[in-house]
Nanobody
Framework: QIQLAESGGRLVHTGGSLRLSCAAS????????VAWFRQVGGKEHEFVAS????????YYSDSVQGRFAISRDNANNMVFLQMDSLRHEDTAVYYC???????????????????WGQGTQVTVSS
């Protein structure tokens, strides 16, 4: 059983930066792929970024490519999402997720991820 806890969300102005953190606990976290999803209101979860077990492969949605960077520190069971050049449309609750057995074909689907954190609110205001 993996438990995830996000932190770092807050109010930031357009063009600003934030770094979200995800602290993981549980066995063999390093065996799990990790992704960040975001959700606005009651809409569906939107894929943001994912990272492979060893951190060597990263993937991004078109909307954040070039502005966000995902990374992980397996020694300390941590995952990060560096967000730069923030836009109003980045406003959402951001969730850290993890699972084993995720492939390139399935990593953008929320249903592919077994473990979810409670979410952290990011608000981008002009």
């Amino acid at each position: 059983q993996i438990q995830l806890a996000e932190s770092g969300g807050r109010l930031v102005h357009t063009g600003g930066s934030l770094r979200l953190s995800c602290a993981a606990s549980g066995p063999d976290f390093w065996r799990h792929s990790v992704a960040w999803f975001r959700q606005v209101g009651g809409k569906e979860h939107e894929f943001v970024a994912s990272i492979s077990t060893g951190g060597g492969s990263t993937y991004y949605s078109d909307s954040v490519q070039g502005r966000f960077a995902i990374s992980r520190d397996n020694a300390n069971n941590m995952v990060f999402l560096q967000m730069d050049s923030l836009r109003h449309e980045d406003t959402a609750v951001y969730y850290c997720t993890a699972s084993r057995g995720v492939t390139i074909a399935t990593m953008r689907a929320p249903s592919s991820f077994e473990y979810w954190g409670q979410g952290t609110q990011v608000t981008v205001s002009s």
